[in-house]
């Protein structure tokens, strides 16, 4: 079936009607073009916005104090609320698990030193899993471990800002810093290529911080929670549970929006997954559709072709065709025609999302690209369809009888 | 060689359909090289076709985007001749009905008679039994049906049975034995 005289025999047939080619091949190519540009788009868009997640851990929970709203069990309202020690480690009981977890003390615009340059940045003191929740990723050294945490250590990690800007280019790596006017010895450095913010951070233990510059305050600013591999819905919960328990806990009212605040990340994740799941089905809704009307027209014009040539296969019959060469050869003449002019969309396709691409780069558009899957798919589903498009114009060749096909008009 | 004759619906084609296994046939018994091609399907009925049998239409049939040699080389393509050997056979058949130079013409840049000598080298060159000319002359000036018949007369006497179904006398004269069809039967 897959011979060279077959082929020569099709590529004949087809090249010796050009519009009826070309018209095919136009919509069948524009089809495949129009999928493969929005599923590039939509590529970049998801790209985009995942990049915007992956500052931090997704499967936390961002747990903060603030003023409450509302007067509540004889508070007044506008009452600061803080968030202590043991309240964090009551919620570690509250929690039936607790994967992984952070204090964090916050401070800005802290005076930084190294040689005779200086610069005022953020300062973090946490605990080590931080480092997970936070998705920070080392470029050299370590980060802040238990060791720190108990003996209150003065050692520092450098965001890649710090390093630019303080170090000029020279090895961090052993050097002290002094950072609100104590030497702290520079253990690592990280770089987040998500967060501009993060990379201006110098970050210490969680016991250091409290005990310099705080002075021994406790209070803790932001508490980090992971939730492993839990369900969203099971964060959910957890979510809506350590609420309530955490507001009765600090007398903080029920309806109160502002007294304590919680953020889900694994919740905000699954509402962006959603949305991208939709417009993915759309995305491949419609660029089948478009390919099912590209299919229909091609099935349309093999259907006028076949009783065009109604006479020409009544001679091949005669001349000793059997039925299955016949189908072969309107159905393999689909199938070249789709594949060839699909790949010519496919193609133009890639080519014109690889230029367009640098000039709509933006936060949440990044990388538009056509995944090779994506691709192959494409051209599976033109496959399908070329054969099934040729199916039924191939079965009413096949039924022309040479006998009616031969008689003179 | 038989000549066919009978006014029209008489059933001188369907005869010459039965014969060349294109239609079916209800009753009687068709020996072709003594197998019987009774309730024959398709498929094999193309075989025994592209083995025994060669077609004349009156209207030549020539694939009017192949040239002549293509055109006479297609029998061979479905006998799975290969290529090389299909076309140097499709100019050996064409020289002789003496086309040796028009093998690459279309069929429009040929002339009636050329192109129904085409065709009878289409009918020739996967070698058959028996050429079944279906009012081959119909369309042809009277000094080109005698080329054509000369010609069919010609191959005849080198062995190869003709069935040419026809409403000229003159025509039917030029054949050894006529069969007169009246109503469907041999009158």
Redesign the interface.
Known sequence: MFNRDTWLEIAYTVLSHPLRTALTGVSIALGVFILVVMQGLGFGLQNGVKKQFADDAVNSIWVQAGRTQLAYKGNMANKSVKIRENDVEAMFEEMDTVYASSRRIRTWGVQMEYGDKAGSYPLRGVDPDHQMLENTKLTDGRYINQRDIVEETKVAVLGATIVEEVYQGKDPMGTHIMIGGVLFSVVGTFDDPASRWENKMAVVPYSTAKKLFRSGRDKVDQVILGTGDMEVVETVSLTDRLMVWLKERKSVHPEDARGIWMENNNEEYQKYQNIFLGIELFIWGLGLLTLLAGAMGVANILAIAVKERTKEIGVRKALGATGLSIVGLVVQESLSLMLVSGSLGLVVGVWLLEIVSPMIAHEYFQNPQVDFRIAMVALGVLTVVGVLSGVGPAIRAVSIKPVEALRDE | MVAIMGSSGSGK?TLL?IL?L??GFDEGEYMLSGESMAGLN??SS??Y??KFLG?V???F???N??TAAENVA??L???GVS?KERNKRAIDFLKKVGLNDWSNHLPNQLSGGQKQRVAIA?ALV?KPKVILA?EPTGALDSKTSYEVMGLLRELNKEGITMVVVTHENDIAEMCDRTINLHDGQIA
């Open positions: 084609s359909n060349g294109l239609d398709e498929r193309a075989r076709r592209s077609f239409f009156q209207s049939n020539l694939i985007f192949k297609l029998p393509y479905y006998q290529r289409r996967g279906d």
